[in-house]
Nanobody, 121 residues
Framework: QVQLVESGGGLVQPGGSLRLSCAASGSIFSINAMGWYRQAPGRERELVAAISTAGSTNFADSVKGRLTISRDNAKNTVYLQMDSLKPEDTAVYYC???????????????WGRGTQVTVSS
């Protein structure tokens, strides 16, 4: 059993900041990439940011320069620091981890349940 649990969402004013965290727990042999996706009402789920085991990152163009992704491999945790937030950042944010449960398993994507981020005055 693997669980990804997000925390840190909430309501913030435009220009404000939030920090999301996601901890993976359970039967885990290794974790490859971890990332954050978001889905706004009526829209497809989209990649926000991702980070490899070695720390390489990539971001959606719409968030470059405003969001930072990091991870603590010892804690199986990924973070998303969100600054200069805009109303268009409002969405449910989902944590993703590509991991192996056992050494002989193929990598598989696991998802958290999501955390709501609302940017509004």
């Amino acid at each position: 059993q693997v669980q990804l649990v997000e925390s840190g969402g909430g309501l913030v004013q435009p220009g404000g900041s939030l920090r999301l965290s996601c901890a993976a727990s359970g039967s885990i042999f290794s974790i490859n990439a971890m990332g954050w996706y978001r889905q706004a009402p009526g829209r497809e789920r989209e990649l926000v940011a991702a980070i490899s085991t070695a720390g390489s990152t990539n971001f959606a163009d719409s968030v470059k320069g405003r969001l930072t992704i990091s991870r603590d491999n010892a804690k199986n945790t990924v973070y998303l620091q969100m600054d200069s937030l805009k109303p268009e950042d409002t969405a449910v944010y989902y944590c993703n981890a590509n991991l192996r449960r056992r050494w002989f398993d193929a990598p598989f994507d696991y998802w958290g349940r999501g955390t709501q981020v609302t940017v509004s005055s």
